[in-house]
């Protein structure tokens, strides 16, 4: 679920100005994760507000990158491709809880729009094939599958011990 008060602990770290390169990419990806029929893609087309959170949090993502990694970022698919794109997730993650004070569950909906257009990446290279498509390394879907499910495992024990909530909340 959207938080307003989240987004805005990471709103300012957005990739700024966006290159073009990467604006093309993102558009892209948008027209992949939206066709309805796409034999390069897993499961059902999604909505707008879907895509846009996805590109949203990869701005965030690649503005993280450049501003604390210091990455020149110049292109989604050269980064989301990456073969150590699991590792610089799990440093991005590390820092939106232990910096950032985020929550595990926004956290983890940063890393499930990783992974997503970490498959998209990785199918723009294996289309275009070449040496790229050849070095391609497939663990790094898995990993972020599995930073994913040990976000989600955390949300869960972080919202059981929330005292933010009050105890006669109605959720309706």
């Given at each position: 679920p ?5 987004d ?15 604006a ?11 066709e ?102 497939s ?34």
């Amino acid at each position: 679920p959207y938080d307003e008060e989240e987004d805005a602990k990471v709103s300012n770290t957005a990739l700024s100005p966006v290159p073009p390169s990467v604006a093309a990419e993102l558009d892209k990806y948008e027209a992949h994760r939206m066709e309805p029929f796409n034999r390069l893609r897993e499961g059902a087309p999604v909505v707008t507000t879907t895509v846009e959170s996805d590109k949203g949090n990869a701005l965030r993502f690649l503005g993280y990158l450049q501003e604390q990694k210091g990455v020149q970022v110049k292109g989604v698919v050269h980064v989301f491709a990456s073969a150590s794109l699991a590792l610089a997730a799990q440093q991005f993650a590390k820092h939106l809880v232990d910096e950032r004070g985020l929550k595990y569950d926004t956290v983890g909906g940063y890393l499930l729009s990783i992974a997503s257009i970490a498959r998209f990446a990785h199918e723009a290279v294996k289309k275009t094939g070449g040496q790229a498509a050849s070095r391609l390394d497939s663990s790094v879907l898995a990993a972020l599958d599995s930073l994913h499910r040990q976000c989600r495992a955390q949300a869960r024990k972080q919202d059981a011990f929330d005292i933010d909530t009050p105890v006669n909340w109605l959720s309706w």
